[in-house]
């Protein structure tokens, strides 16, 4: 994408609250990837527009995505699958300490796994947003 695009971009993107900003800044610091401002927002859009009641997210890495749909709407439930412990820890502290316990449930296991545990009992989702290991996304789908 072009630098100018790009900055004129960035510039127009919301503030974020300081509880997103302490996530980024930790994701940094323990070079956890996390989606960059642009894409997220973008995203964020997308929850607004379709108003999901149920977002299944696979590969929950800290929370931070999972935390940004959930502010993106509130009215939201969404399931998060994430197979590393460390990780499945950091997600449920951030998840927490946000108060979104209630609407945001993580999964600790292997996303292959868990994608058939939740077909077994025909749970169903509006949105799926798949931001795991980027060879198995077929699978995943």
């Known amino acids: 994408m072009d ?3 790009l900055h004129y971009i960035s510039k127009t993107l919301p503030a974020k609250a300081e509880w997103v900003k302490e996530i980024e800044k930790k994701a940094k610091e323990d070079n956890v990837p996390i989606m960059d401002e642009i ?3 973008f995203l964020m859009q997308l929850i607004r527009l379709s108003k ?3 977002i299944l997210e696979i590969g929950s890495a800290i929370g931070y995505s999972a935390l940004r749909m959930q502010e993106a709407y ?3 439930k969404i399931t998060t699958i994430e197979r590393d412990e460390n990780r499945v820890q950091q997600a449920i502290k951030n ?3 946000s108060h979104q316990s209630d609407n945001i449930h993580v999964i600790h296991g292997d996303a292959l796994n868990e994608i058939n545990n939740l077909a ?3 749970e169903q ?8 290991a980027k060879g198995q996304y077929k ?3």
């Not at 989702?125 to 795991?132: G, H």
């Open 120 to 122: 077994a009992r025909n």
């Open 74 to 76: 509130p009215k939201t």
């Open 52 to 54: 999901p009641n149920k």
């Open 39 to 41: 894409s997220i927002e």
């Open 95 to 97: 998840i927490e300490k």
């Open 125 to 132: 989702f509006d949105v799926i947003f798949i931001d795991a």
């Open 3 to 5: 630098e100018y695009l």
């Open 139 to 141: 699978r995943f789908f």
